[in-house]
T-cell receptor, first 113, second 113 residues
Framework: GDSVTQMEGPVTLSEEAFLTINCTYT??????LFWYVQYPGEGLQLLLK?????DKGSNKGFEATYRKETTSFHLEKGSVQVSDSAVYFC????????????FGKGNQVVVIP | DGGITQSPKYLFRKEGQNVTLSCEQN?????MYWYRQDPGQGLRLIYY???????QKGDIAEGYSVSREKKESFPLTVTSAQKNPTAFYLC????????????FGPGTRLTVL
């Protein structure tokens, strides 16, 4: 079935470093893709989305491009801040017509000053 | 401000007791969802509802029950049949038409003593 895979393990990096979090998907058709962010003790917030191939979603300095040929939607930010420390989830909409989402397991990002 | 509210933020329950988690939205969304989040496991769908007076089981519905008597409200009851109920519970909503992102509440952390 349709699913999302995120790279294993937490990501620890220094302030102003470049961040990449990998996300690949398996899907029938061409699902809409999302990145959500979860700050400690809070719910999820939509960070960005892309609805078709080659679309680039962007927000708060984060970017992700919908790559149909590699079935990927990697998240990138050129210069991270301590305030970017959070858990990041990649997700896709399942093709059932009810907006059900399939989530990756999430990646904890820790930015050190 | 439009949004989703969940209450309480922290909830403690003795083993063998049922407990109900509240979720209210004023976004005029047709669809609502309940997720369970455990460390390292991402989000798993418990129940969802696309319209009032109708709901469907998600991937881990056993030991849970829901109702959808009003468009704004989608309470979740964690019953004593749920073997491992300690978790972080997230409610979400989305517009009724397909391929719309979900908006999340702040979550309720349930601890069974």
């Amino acid at each position: 079935g349709d699913s999302v895979t995120q790279m294993e393990g937490p990501v620890t990096l220094s302030e102003e470093a470049f961040l990449t979090i990998n996300c690949t998907y398996t899907a029938t058709g061409y699902p809409s893709l999302f990145w959500y962010v979860q700050y400690p003790g809070e719910g999820l917030q939509l960070l960005l989305k892309a609805t078709k191939a080659d679309d680039k979603g962007s927000n708060k300095g984060f970017e992700a491009t919908y790559r149909k040929e590699t079935t990927s939607f990697h998240l990138e930010k050129g210069s991270v801040q301590v305030s970017d420390s959070a858990v990041y989830f990649c997700a896709l909409i399942l093709p059932y017509g009810n907006n059900r989402l399939a989530f990756g397991k999430g990646n904890q990002v820790v930015v050190i000053p | 401000d439009g949004g989703i509210t969940q209450s309480p933020k922290y909830l403690f329950r003795k083993e063998g007791q049922n407990v109900t988690l509240s979720c209210e939205q004023n976004l005029n969304h047709d669809a609502m969802y309940w997720y369970r989040q455990d460390p390292g496991q991402g989000l798993r769908l418990i129940y969802y509802s696309q319209i009032v007076n109708d709901f469907q089981k998600g991937d881990i519905a056993e030991g849970y029950s829901v109702s959808r008597e009003k468009k704004e409200s989608f309470p979740l009851t964690v019953t004593s049949a749920q073997k491992n109920p300690t978790a972080f519970y997230l409610c979400a909503s989305s517009k009724g038409d397909s391929y719309n992102e979900q908006f999340f509440g702040p979550g309720t952390r349930l601890t069974v003593l």
